[in-house]
């Protein structure tokens, strides 16, 4: 559907004074954008001149958020997937009454400035969540969508409505390249996301030139293929068109694409419709000829017109509005249904029910062997009795990954109350939709997917850390332990690597009792990303690991020795701390002193005091031996240059899991005759 032309703003029609004030504004919004990219000499001023007049319409038609409380439960979300266009997002919060003073715009991408060069969740007051990596920005506001419709399935009941609110965002030509954007989409066409919609600057043009060099092909169609409402707004400056084309999306059932045809630095003489706008100041000569073209003062910069100021704060006001007709329902809501409304304030406020980790199972040696990934589906069923704010699936391997919720059915377009989703083989687009659902708010949403491929979501796991969002991933076979599908599938740098995200938290528990409490140390995680890294494996399980608070220090003493000071320290985690007990038990019979200890987290063990580190790890002890189905690299902090990894520093190989295990040393008699050289035995 194509929308033409119409008396507005573009229109060369004589204007109204109503049309006058949308220019004025939008000029507003253009020429703050620019002064800021050219006060910090960096940024990308393109977009935000050819997307105002479409975010103009957007936040002061449509958009129903409350400046003075933008976390209030029932606003609408609005996500910038374009990040690099930071300085429009900017420009509206400051001018819709937000709390980022003009002074903030002015010091864009400084150092402490709440103006970073792309919108930062927690950072900026209003701005939803973390973009400028493109795509991602897309996924989450699919993952918000999502979260909306379960909530309100879930709390809208007897004639309450009470969950009743809408998803935008902007996304631009490099949004719809990325892969990961498609992933999300197909996702939410096919769930019929109907409260969702993203509008396209469709302005044709990259930091590479015009978008024809490596894309040219029909993005309308393909979103309709995918089960989307598509509309095309022919003139990006036409704000009764904008305005209309937003209206209808609002009336189908269908997650809705607004194609708008903008121009790229809109106004700029030399640089409208270049790919110079794109990500560079349009410089002082070419900034002042932009302003002299669009009839803005050269001076002062950051200019905003009294009768635009005036104009953007009625907005404020409006928001109050919203939210007090919302608060005055939610009290009406209480009083006739207080459970519901208590269980909704709990999910909102993030609380935990009192005592709900009794709901976790406990698991005695007779219960194993146990593969870790099968405990850790049991301790997700019993959490969820008690947790209903759990939601997820995985990436097409849900028997594999036992992440499926019993009991529940699938959330879909016709069945929203249900927990499991179906993400189909899409990693990515997960990782960017359980992102969203977590900066919803309401829901703990997890996702999993065998540990090898959480290389194809790292983007979006780098993304959550950086936001402090508690998005639990189940990674399952977790070593070349899985066997024959063979060094395709067998993961062996991805702890490292996954270690080497800051804030993400990741635990890779030795039996089921140490799955039960990892799922625990997720669940009570609200600040942080927590990754479970588990076995397909069968494991034995010890009755020394059923104290859940030892996991939840990082590392602790597995097996100790006689006295406090070892002849030698065997360390690992998950499925290798079966292996260093039983080398520890053939060195102990030999007269060795051995000290076994498991680490299934790096990074809790790093929080713990260093007194307590040290009792763990007894800095005397410089006979110390680490033992893991992966890559060596960090193991170097635990074992010093006086000790020894057992590793797997190349690819595995397809055979059975326990002959992969053999033929690459993870066997006793290779740890012992290594810890033997240690101690020069």
Do not use: C
């Amino acid at each position: 559907m194509s929308i033409e032309a119409s008396p507005g703003v573009s229109s060369s029609s004589p204007p109204t004074e109503a049309e006058r004030l949308d220019l004025l504004a939008i000029n507003t919004i253009r020429m703050l954008s620019a002064d800021g990219v050219q006060q910090a000499r960096s940024g990308h001023p393109g977009l935000p001149m050819g997307a105002a007049a479409m975010a103009y319409v957007l936040w002061t038609r449509h958009l129903r958020l409350n400046p003075a409380d933008p976390g209030w439960a029932n606003r609408d979300r609005f996500v910038l997937s374009a990040g690099h266009g930071s300085m429009l997002l900017y420009s509206l919060l400051h001018l819709t009454g937000h709390d980022l003073p003009l002074e903030q715009l002015k010091n864009f991408r400084q150092w402490g400035s709440h103006t970073p060069g792309h919108p930062e969740y927690r950072e900026t007051a209003g701005v939803e969540t973390t973009t400028g990596p493109l795509g991602q920005g897309f996924g989450n506001a699919v993952g918000m969508a999502l979260a909306e419709a379960r909530l309100a399935a879930e709390f809208n009941l007897d004639g309450h409505t009470i969950v009743d609110h809408w998803t935008y965002a902007i996304a631009s030509d490099g949004d719809l390249m990325e892969g990961v954007h498609a992933e999300a989409a197909s996702l939410a066409g096919h769930l019929r996301l109907g409260k969702l919609t993203v509008l396209y600057d469709d302005n044709g043009i990259t930091i590479d030139g015009e978008t024809s060099l490596a894309f040219s092909e029909d993005v309308a169609a393909r979103f309709a293929a995918y089960g989307w409402h598509v509309q095309t707004v022919v003139d990006g400056n036409d704000v009764g068109a904008i305005d209309r084309a937003i209206q209808v999306a609002g009336e189908d059932p269908r997650p809705s694409l607004i194609a708008v045809k903008t121009q790229i630095g809109f106004g700029s003489p030399n640089k409208q419709n270049s790919s110079s706008a794109h990500g560079e100041p349009l410089g002082d000569e070419e900034l002042a000829l932009t302003k002299s073209n669009l009839g803005w003062p050269e001076e002062p910069a950051f200019h905003i017109p009294v009768e635009v100021a005036e104009h953007f704060s009625g907005l404020a006001e409006r928001g109050r509005s919203l939210q007090e007709s919302w608060e005055s329902s939610y009290r009406a809501y209480a009083q006739a249904l207080p459970e519901a409304a208590g269980e909704l304030r709990r999910r909102l406020d993030g609380g935990l029910p009192a005592d709900w980790q009794e709901s976790l199972p406990r698991f005695e040696p007779d219960d194993g062997p146990l593969a870790t990934r099968a405990a850790s589906g049991k301790a997700l069923n019993g959490a969820a009795l008690v947790l209903p704010e759990l939601m997820g699936g995985s990436a097409d391997l849900a028997p594999s990954n036992k992440t499926e919720i019993s009991g529940s059915g699938d959330f879909s377009a016709d069945a929203r109350f249900h927990r499991n989703i179906r993400f189909g083989v899409r990693e990515h687009g997960m990782g960017a939709v359980l992102n969203g659902m977590s900066l919803h708010g309401g829901l703990r949403p997890y996702g999993g997917t065998f540990l090898i491929f959480s290389d194809y979501m790292r983007p979006a796991v780098r993304l959550a850390a950086l936001m402090r969002q508690p998005v639990i991933y189940v990674y399952t076979h977790d070593s070349i332990g899985l066997g024959e599908d063979g060094p395709t599938h067998q993961p062996v740098e991805h702890l490292a690597a996954l270690r080497a995200i800051p804030g993400l938290l990741v635990l890779r528990p030795a039996d089921a009792n140490e799955t039960a409490a990892a799922w625990r140390v997720a669940i009570e995680s609200r600040d942080r990303p927590t990754a479970l890294v588990l076995t397909r494996q069968k494991l034995r399980v010890f009755a020394n690991s059923q104290d859940h608070s030892l996991l939840g220090r990082g590392g602790y003493v597995f097996e100790a020795e006689a006295g406090d000071e070892p002849d030698l320290v065997l360390i690992a985690s998950g499925s290798e701390v079966g292996l260093i007990i039983d080398a520890g038990a053939r060195l102990a019979a030999e007269g060795v002193s051995v000290r076994v200890v498991s680490l299934p987290s790096w990074e809790l063990f790093e929080e713990q005091t260093p007194e307590y580190r040290d009792s763990v790890l007894p800095p005397t002890v410089t006979a110390r031996l680490a033992v893991e189905a992966g890559v060596s690299l960090g193991w170097e902090r635990y074992v010093g240059d006086a000790g020894d990894v057992i590793a797997i520093d190349r690819f595995g190989a397809s055979a059975p899991g326990a002959v992969n295990m053999e033929k690459f040393g993870f066997h006793v008699d290779n740890v012992v005759a290594r810890a033997k050289a240690l101690i020069g035995r």
